[in-house]
């Protein structure tokens, strides 16, 4: 059974940086891609950032690009979402993701393996 467990969001003023990791377990992720999705109040859940586990090929939104860094600990199992320059519309649950095979723009629901979601507050 995946299993995917979050950690680091929390309040940061506008302009901050948090940095959000995800550590998985329960099987061999290599030929998975690993990311993270986030859902603010009233809206859906869109793509934030991807990275495949083989390769390290990243993929990002263009919302942020460029503030946002993502990355892996394939020894580990553990990815990482640096995000600086953060702006309150960032304000969301950000969810760490995990599905089979390359997905340069993730479809939420195609993923089938979730974390619990982790809330990221940037204020003005």
């Known amino acids: 059974q995946v299993q995917l467990v979050e950690s680091g969001g929390g309040s940061v003023q506008a302009g901050g940086s948090l940095r959000l990791s995800c550590a998985a377990s329960g099987r061999t992720f290599s030929t998975y891609t690993m990311g993270w999705f986030r859902q603010a109040p009233g809206k859906e859940r869109e793509f934030v950032a991807a990275v495949n586990w083989s390769n390290g090929r990243t993929y990002y939104a263009d919302s942020v690009k460029g503030r946002f860094t993502i990355s892996r600990d394939n020894a580990k199992n553990t990815q990482y979402l640096q995000m600086n320059s953060l702006k309150p519309e960032d304000t969301a649950i950000y969810y760490c993701?995990?599905?089979?095979?390359?997905?340069?723009?993730?479809?939420?629901?195609?993923?089938?393996?979730w974390g619990q979601g982790t809330q990221v507050t940037v204020s003005s």
């Open positions: 993701a995990a599905n089979n095979g390359d997905w340069p723009k993730g479809v939420a629901t195609t993923i089938n393996y």
